[in-house]
Structure formats: structure tokens, C-alpha cells
């Protein structure tokens, strides 16, 4: 049976920050719900939230009904959670087939072994098509790269819920109808549920069955992708204009 991820009530401040305030949202694992909102209001906030990462200022989270907050980040990765760093963070000394093995090591899996935690990172690395890299120093990597390997490296720990924060920024047209296919594949294939953070609305509106609207902190709309682009607070926010009446 498939579990639910359920966030209730989250509150975050940092100091007189407040940069998460009151978001409730739930995530089926095989599913994908997208979350948008400008810049700064509190998306990768609520994610580092939901990894452990950060300490909820009031809010539950829950997994499958079993509290999660309050748990360290490698007990959150241990229950089948996993999330990627907005700004990539690989193990620079270490190549990208060692950077996906230490997730296989580290995470759900428990892999003691190192040589079957390579074969599996092997493995996932030719899944999100980087088989070309995996001998390469993840320092040798670029941006994009990195990225792709943050991905590798959630799917690495077998998680079955991903927390993904803007794996499809800066991409070209090309690369970004590329990198959805492969999403839409790996995900149908795998069947994890992933939240989805993103800015680029063409990934967003492409992926999600669901989609969640935050703005300062604060959840302003929530619906199936066309529901939120017609919703008028969502254009509000985006393009930070009053609604417009029709001239009678
Ligand atoms: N560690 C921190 N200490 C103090 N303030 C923080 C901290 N982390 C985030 N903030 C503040 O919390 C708010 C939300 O930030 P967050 O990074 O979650 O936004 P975001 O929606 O991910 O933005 P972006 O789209 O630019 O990535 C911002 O005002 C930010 O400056
Ligand atoms: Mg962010």
C-alpha cells in the first residue's frame, strides 16, 4: 500500500523571519505535486523542513501516519525520504559512481558493501543516462551535470518519496523537453512520489497531477495545473498585478 506524506500546520521563522507560516499539503508516494511560488517564499524552506534538515517552529509531519519531524536528516533518508540541494553538493574528490554509491550506502538500502553499492550506483547512473560520467570527478562536472547527479544521488538511497528543489533550472529548450521525458520515464518506472519545487512552469504544469501555490510562506491556491494558472491570486503573485476588469 502506498504511503502518504502528510504536512500539517507547518510553521518555520527564522527570527523575525516568517518563512513558512501555517502550509499544510500531502504527497502519495507515485505521485508528483508540483510547488511554486516567487522567489523567497519558502519553498526549499519547507523542504529542509520535511528532510530534517530543519526543526519545524510549530507543525507535523508524518509519513505513512508515523511522525517524521523532529527526526535527523539520515533518519528521514533511513524512512524513504530524500532531497536534493538547490545548489548541488557532490563530494568534489569523488566520482560521480562513488557520489550515487555513498546514497546506496547511506540511505534506505543499507548497502555495507561497497562493491554492490558501485554496481547499483552503476545502475542508477545509466537509469538518469550519466553512464558516460561515472568515472568523471564530480568537480569536473558542470552545473547541469550536477544537478542531474543530485538526482542520481536521491535515487541512489532508494527513497520513495523525492524532494526535488529546481533540478530543471537554467536548462535550454532542447535539454529541459529532454530532462521531463526522462523524469515522466524514470518516475513511471520506479514509481516514486516527488514534490517537486520549480520555477520553470512548462516542468511544472508537464510533471504534476497536483500543483501547490505558496507566497510568503503562506499556501494561496492548490489544484490540478490548469486550475492554478487560471486561479487569479496565482497570477497576482506572479506577475504582481491587480486582476484586470473586463471594460463594460
Ligand atoms: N537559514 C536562514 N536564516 C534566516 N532566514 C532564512 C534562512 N533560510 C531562508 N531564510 C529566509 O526565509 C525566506 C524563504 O526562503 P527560501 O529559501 O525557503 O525561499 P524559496 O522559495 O526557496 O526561494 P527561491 O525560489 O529563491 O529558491 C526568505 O526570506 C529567506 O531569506
Ligand atoms: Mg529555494
Known sequence: ???????????????????????????????VVGLIGPNGSGKTTLLNVIAGVLKPTTGIVTLGGRRIDGMAPHQVVAEGVAKTHQIPKPLL?????ENVAVGVMFG??????????????D????????EAKANVLASNLTVQERKRLEFARVLGTGASILL???????????EL??????????QKKMGFGALVVEHVMRAVLTLSANVVVIEEGTKIAEGTPREVVENPAVIEA??????????S
Open 93 to 97: 574528490t569523488m566520482t560521480c559512481r
Open 177 to 186: 523537453r529532454e530532462s521531463i521525458a526522462l523524469f515522466t520515464d524514470v
Open 123 to 130: 545502475r542508477v547512473l545509466a537509469v538518469v543516462r550519466m
Open 164 to 174: 526535488l528543489d529546481e533540478i530543471f533550472a537554467g536548462l535550454s529548450p532542447s
Open 238 to 247: 506572479y506577475l504582481g498585478v491587480e486582476e484586470t476588469h473586463a471594460p
Open 1 to 31: 500500500m502506498s504511503r502518504i506524506l502528510e504536512v500539517s500546520n507547518l510553521h518555520k521563522y527564522f527570527g523575525g523571519v516568517r518563512a513558512v507560516q501555517g502550509v499544510s499539503l500531502t504527497l502519495a508516494e507515485g505521485t
Open 108 to 121: 534506505r538500502r543499507r548497502e555495507r558493501h561497497p562493491e554492490n553499492a558501485l554496481k547499483e550506483a
